[in-house]
């Protein structure tokens, strides 16, 4: 990486030789006679270090590095002054300079602070590239889809997760719910903080509310000791409820309280705690149903139903599952240690023609299943479960009733195309189109070629 200085000094010979000697060391440099000048650089946004005079006209060095620090807070500044401004430039260094050097200059230690400001700079970028990075993985990594309906779910996590809301997900088991819980929070502004999950399902009534709410030392048989609940551990943070859908009325009930007053008590406890949790709740069943049947509350879904994000079954996806599919080899083949480069035509056919009832989630395994198996470097039909491989009849092209004109056309373009071996010239003549319009609905539709 090539540093880009920038020197400023109403002094010619000063501002020169400066220069000529960064050159010399490799750096790229820039010159301004004040500081007038030396913003407008600035404002380019291309500079990685400062070193500027205090005294100069028309913006001085003080005023300079104050607009600076406002434009670029991490921007790393040295002031350039006589003894008689000493003063001037420790009030510098207090507005945020990087440090001060006085005049005649000692090259020597010029250059070491050059180096020490410009490493500095170069981690805090690296730091601030990684938290990017993390960020970027931590909402979005997971949650793989270009479907009009995960496009507008992305769209609604974004726009949803640096609020409080509460946010209910719903859908099939295996679609995805709890990575949509993980991009709430890790887009949130709680980020920093705990994302404490529950599964409730897989506990009794006695044990949710235990590990909710925690519990004070013998308020039940194997109570040994206190114990903090979830939404302690979770304050300040995000609580996700997965299958909320189980719970039963009284511990409904006590959620209900949670959501409305952000108070509750430990089990067999007085004291009575103040949280701050976010919750984010996902269920597979119709909770609405479920309210008509009264074994679920009307006041806890309205709770928790402030934002509903609805995520639709794989089988009402499908320009997905090639994704997915993809995602899943390369992660799977590097866990095992196995060099398998892709999938072939009939193997993806399969795929996109079975209807997933267990969704995502039945697609990862059934990859995994097949890299395990594959002896080649290619997953085919039959390295698939049974019941998958089956699927790959490229003979026929199956379309759901209500389907739109233009997803039909899509389908039968898609199929055409993958029957052919991706043949446009031979796929165009079977559609009875010119290759050109073949192109165009290819690029309209977003097939993948």
């Known amino acids: 990486m090539k540093f880009r200085l920038l020197v400023v000094d109403d002094e010619k ?12 060391e490799g750096y790229a440099v820039r010159l301004a006679s004040d500081g007038s000048e030396a913003l407008d650089i600035i404002k380019g946004g291309d500079i990685d270090l400062i070193i500027t005079d205090l005294k100069m006209p028309n913006l001085s060095g003080a005023e300079l590095l104050k607009r600076a620090i406002e434009l670029f807070p991490q921007l790393p500044v040295i002031i350039l002054t006589g003894h008689g401004t000493i003063e001037n ?14 005049k005649p200059i000692n090259m020597d230690h010029f250059m ?53 809301a509460s946010v209910l997900i719903t859908g099939e088991s295996g679609v995805g719910k709890e990575m949509i819980a993980d991009a709430l929070h890790y887009s949130s502004p709680r980020r920093e903080k705990p994302l404490v999950k529950v599964h409730c399902a897989a506990l009794t009534e006695t044990l949710l509310e235990s590990e909710l709410f925690g519990h004070e030392k013998g308020s039940f048989t194997g109570a040994v000791m206190r114990k903090r609940g979830r939404f302690e551990l979770a304050n300040l943070g995000t609580l996700f409820l997965d299958e909320i859908g189980e719970i039963s009325q009284n511990v409904q009930l006590k959620l209900l309280r949670v959501l409305q007053q952000k108070t509750f008590e430990r089990v067999g406890g007085e004291e009575t705690l103040e949280v701050d949790v976010r919750v984010l709740a996902a269920t597979n069943r119709n909770l609405k149903e479920e309210i008509g049947r009264g074994s679920f509350r009307e006041d806890l879904y309205y709770r928790l139903n402030v934002v ?20 899943f080899l390369k992660e799977i083949s590097a866990e095992n240690n196995k060099q398998i480069s892709g ?37 085919t039909p039959e390295d698939l479960p049974p019941g998958i491989g089956s699927a790959s009849d490229e003979s026929q092209i199956k379309l759901d009733v209500g389907l739109s004109l233009a997803d039909s056309e899509k389908e039968i373009i898609r199929s055409t195309l993958n029957q052919l071996n991706g043949n446009k010239t031979k796929t165009a003549e079977v559609l009875g189109i010119g290759r050109k319009t073949l192109h165009r609905k290819i690029q309209e539709y977003g097939i993948e070629e």
Not at 13 to 24: D, Q, S, T
Not at 130 to 157: C, D, H, P, T, Y
Request: hydrophobic share 45%.
């Open 343 to 379: 999938i072939d035509s009939k193997a993806r056919t399969a795929l996109y023609n079975y209807s997933w009832p267990g969704n995502v989630r039945e697609l990862r395994n059934s990859i995994e299943s097949a890299v395990v198996l594959c002896k080649g470097v290619v997953i």
């Open 89 to 102: 430039a420790v009030q510098a260094m207090r507005d945020g300079a990087y440090d001060y050097l006085t």
């Open 112 to 164: 070491l602070l050059v180096k020490r400001a410009l490493s500095q700079r170069e981690l805090m970028m690296q730091h601030r590239t990684l938290l990017e990075e993390l960020e970027k993985r931590n909402q979005f990594a997971n949650i793989i889809g270009r479907s009009a309906s995960m496009k507008k779910i992305f769209e609604v996590v974004k726009q949803v997760a640096p609020t409080k």
């Open 308 to 327: 509903n994000i609805d995520i639709p079954p794989l089988r009402e996806r499908r320009e997905d599952v090639p994704l997915l599919a993809a995602a």
């Open 13 to 24: 010979n000063i501002r020169v030789g400066l220069g000529k000697v960064l050159e010399m």
